[in-house]
C-alpha cells in the first residue's frame, strides 16, 4: 500500500502587496499573504519539507542593490522563531533531521530557508535551478529569482522531476493524469503546473486522514482565485511567467476543484488554506 504521510502546515513570515497584484478586480490595499511551508512525516523516509519560506537569509540576500529592488517590491516580515528551521523544534526536530525539501519553483520566498538545510536532498525542477542559476542579478530580481538564497552545492544534492519515474494520479485528479515519483514509493508525486514561471510544479500526497492534498504551489495565489477561476492581472503573470499556461492550469485546477470533493487544495499563500490543516 501507498504509505501515507502526515502533513502540517507551517507559516513562515508573510509579504504585504495589494491583493489586486493576485487576483483580476481585487483591492488595491496592502494585503499581508503568508509564506506557507508543508512539514511531510514520511513513515520511513522520516520529515521533509514542502518550500521553505523565508527565512534570515532572505534580508541578507536582498540587503544590496538590485536585489533591494525585491524587498521593496514586497516588503516581508519575519516575526522570531518564525522561520522553517526553528519552527521545526516544536515537532521535535532540528534542520539536520529534515531529509528533503521538496521545491515547488525557486522564487526568494519559496528557497529562502534551503542554507538552513544543508544535509537535505533537494527534489526540484532541472529547468527552475538553470533559471535562477543563468539569470543576471537585474533579471533575476525582476522575475523574483535570488541566486544567493540557492546553496553552491544545490546541483549535487538535487533529484529532478523531470527525470523521475511517473504514476498515474488517481481519477479524482482529472484533468491531472500523472506525477513524477519522488521518493520512489508513489507517497508524494510532484506534478507540472505550467504557467507561473519557468519549472514549476505542485505536490500530491496522502494523508494519515486518508484526504489527498494538493500543494499547488503559486498556481493560484488563494483558494478563492481556484473557485472563481479568476486569474491575477494580465501584468503580473506576464512579468514572473506565462499568462496563457498560467490560466489554463488556473482553469484545470478549477475544474478539479469543482469535481474533487476529495482533494485539498493548497495555494502557498493561502490564509484560508492555512486555516483547514493543521499547523
Ligand atoms: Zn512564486
Same mark, same amino acid.
Given at each position: ?110 528557497? %529562502?530557508?534551503?542554507?538552513?538545510? *544543508?544535509?537535505? =536532498? +533537494?527534489?526540484? !525542477?532541472?529547468? /527552475?535551478?538553470? $533559471? ?92 478563492? %482565485?481556484?473557485?472563481?477561476?479568476? *486569474?491575477?492581472? =494580465? +501584468?503580473?503573470? !506576464?512579468?514572473? /511567467?506565462?499568462? $496563457? ?35
Amino acid at each position: 500500500m501507498t504509505p501515507r504521510c502526515q502533513f502540517h502546515l507551517m507559516r513562515v513570515g508573510s509579504c504585504s502587496h495589494p491583493q489586486a497584484a493576485t487576483l483580476r478586480g481585487g483591492s488595491l490595499c496592502p494585503t499581508d499573504f503568508p509564506a506557507l511551508v508543508g512539514l511531510i512525516l514520511h513513515p520511513q523516509e522520516g520529515p521533509l519539507l514542502f518550500d521553505t519560506g523565508y527565512d534570515q537569509a532572505f534580508f541578507t540576500a536582498t540587503r544590496p542593490f538590485p536585489e533591494r529592488l525585491y524587498r521593496w517590491a514586497t516588503p516581508v516580515d519575519l516575526p522570531p522563531g518564525a522561520a522553517a528551521s526553528d519552527q521545526i523544534a516544536r515537532f521535535g526536530l532540528t534542520p539536520s533531521d529534515i531529509r528533503g525539501v521538496v521545491l515547488s519553483h525557486f522564487h526568494g520566498d519559496h528557497v %529562502a530557508g534551503l542554507t538552513a538545510f *544543508p544535509n537535505a =536532498r +533537494l527534489y526540484c !525542477a532541472r529547468a /527552475g535551478l538553470d $533559471e535562477v542559476r543563468g539569470a543576471g542579478r537585474f533579471g533575476g530580481v525582476r522575475r523574483g529569482l535570488l541566486a544567493g538564497l540557492v546553496p553552491d552545492d544545490a546541483g549535487s544534492r538535487a533529484c529532478y522531476f523531470e527525470s523521475m519515474p511517473r504514476r498515474p494520479l488517481p481519477s479524482a485528479f482529472t484533468p491531472f493524469t500523472d506525477g513524477a515519483d519522488v521518493l520512489g514509493d508513489g507517497s508524494l508525486l510532484a506534478v507540472e503546473l505550467p504557467g507561473h514561471c519557468t519549472g514549476h510544479w505542485g505536490l500530491v500526497l496522502k494523508g494519515k486522514d486518508d484526504r489527498y492534498r494538493f500543494l499547488i504551489g503559486d498556481a493560484a495565489w488563494s483558494l478563492q %482565485a481556484v473557485r472563481e477561476n479568476r *486569474p491575477p492581472p =494580465r +501584468l503580473t503573470t !506576464a512579468l514572473l /511567467g506565462r499568462t $496563457e499556461p498560467y490560466r489554463r492550469t488556473l482553469a484545470d485546477l478549477h475544474g478539479l476543484t469543482a469535481r474533487a470533493a476529495g482533494v485539498s487544495l493548497i495555494p502557498s499563500h493561502c490564509p484560508e488554506a492555512a486555516g483547514h490543516e493543521p499547523g
